[in-house]
């Protein structure tokens, strides 16, 4: 069970703009359940039809830090674990990508687009 956000910035805010409804208030229990019993879970459906939304959603409600990141074609093994940093002086270095990041900070990661990423990754 998670505690209090310690990085509330990470909290997705849907309060303005979220249209409560009874399906997505249904979305959103039923991904309360599974997250319950389950350490992963995976949300499928049509472009646009708002699984980012419920996710985000389900972070607000629990007061959940979230971690987001896209994955493309290109995507690789070494760009979903780690980000590369270009210092002031042309330097590069490397962080924690959000995937890592959420599994050491206990926060829910999206990975959005799964499908269009490699099979290897």
């Known amino acids: 069970s998670r505690g209090p956000a310690s990085e509330p910035h990470l909290v997705p805010r849907v309060t303005s703009w ?12 039923e991904l309360a359940r599974q997250l319950s019993t389950e350490k992963f879970c995976c949300l499928l459906g049509g472009q646009g039809v708002g699984k980012n939304v419920v996710v985000d959603r389900l ?10 990141a896209q ?26 990508a959000p995937l890592v990041r959420a599994v050491l900070n206990d926060r829910i990661a999206v990975l959005d687009e799964v499908d269009k990423a490699p099979m290897a990754v």
């Open 71 to 96: 994955l493309h074609r290109d995507s690789t093994v070494v760009s979903v674990t780690s980000s590369p940093i270009v210092s002031a002086n042309g330097t590069v270095s490397f962080t924690d």
């Open 59 to 68: 972070c607000y409600l629990l007061d959940a830090e979230r971690e987001y």
């Open 18 to 29: 979220y249209a409560v409804s009874a399906a997505s208030e249904s979305a959103v229990a």
